[in-house]
């Protein structure tokens, strides 16, 4: 959170790209911050990225009016905005938002912190559909139009398990039930400064 001034912000750059041994990364994202003015962030991106430092910008867990602002400051295209994304947690908003503005949609925490796991909800779908929970709720993910979404694993099985997911279709009704678990606190990732409120907040 200390380097997200400009100067600071560039050194840091720098620092990761040593640490990586590269030169340059194909994809950087940032954070918005009450403290720093939005300009000063979004002038930060395109300068490392005129600097030939990252291919393309992006920023994360930004409200649909923070994302138009930063559409409007970047002399770059900004191709994807971040955010927490599960469940429990409808982001209907910002992903009509992104979708009108031509940015993808990242999303990540899809798991959320392993709370899907002991939804019954989502139990019974995949026990009628004879797969686990991680890929029904990897389907659901990757039906959204425009979304990329990530997921890990540290064991091989689960990660061929998560790659499995592109031979199967969920219902209308499957869909509505998932719609059905979202709630108006299911955020996770809330840091202070860091993660602003408003209308793709929670979705409602």
């Given at each position: 959170m200390e380097n997200y001034r400009p100067d600071a912000f560039l050194r840091s750059i720098d620092e990761s790209l040593s640490k990586l041994r590269?030169?340059?990364?194909?994809?950087?994202?940032?954070?918005?911050?009450?403290?720093?003015p939005l300009v000063e962030q979004i002038g930060a991106?395109?300068?490392?990225?005129?600097?030939?430092?990252?291919r393309h910008i992006g920023v994360s867990n930004f409200t649909t009016a923070l994302m138009a602002g930063a559409i409007r400051l970047s002399e770059a295209p900004i191709v994807t905005n971040q955010v927490e994304y599960h469940p429990h947690l409808d982001r209907s908003v910002v992903i009509g938002a992104a979708g009108e503005a031509g940015v993808a949609v990242t999303a990540y925490h899809g798991m959320a912190d392993g709370r899907v796991f002991t939804d019954p909800v989502l139990a019974g779908i995949?026990?009628?559909r004879g797969r686990s929970v991680a890929q029904v709720v990897l389907?659901?993910?990757?039906?959204?139009?425009?979304?990329v979404v990530l997921s890990k694993t540290v064991s091989p099985a689960r990660a061929a398990e998560n790659l499995a997911v592109f031979d199967f279709a969920l219902s209308r009704q499957e869909m509505?039930?998932?719609?059905?678990?979202?709630?108006?606190?299911g955020r996770i990732v809330s840091p202070p400064g860091l993660a602003p409120t408003?209308?793709?907040?929670?979705?409602?």
């Open positions: 590269t030169d340059h990364v194909d994809l950087l994202l940032h954070w918005p911050r009450d403290a720093v991106l395109n300068m490392v990225r005129k600097a030939g430092k990252v995949a026990a009628r389907r659901r993910l990757i039906r959204q139009k425009g979304a509505a039930a998932f719609h059905g678990l979202a709630t108006a606190d408003g209308d793709d907040a929670t979705g409602r």
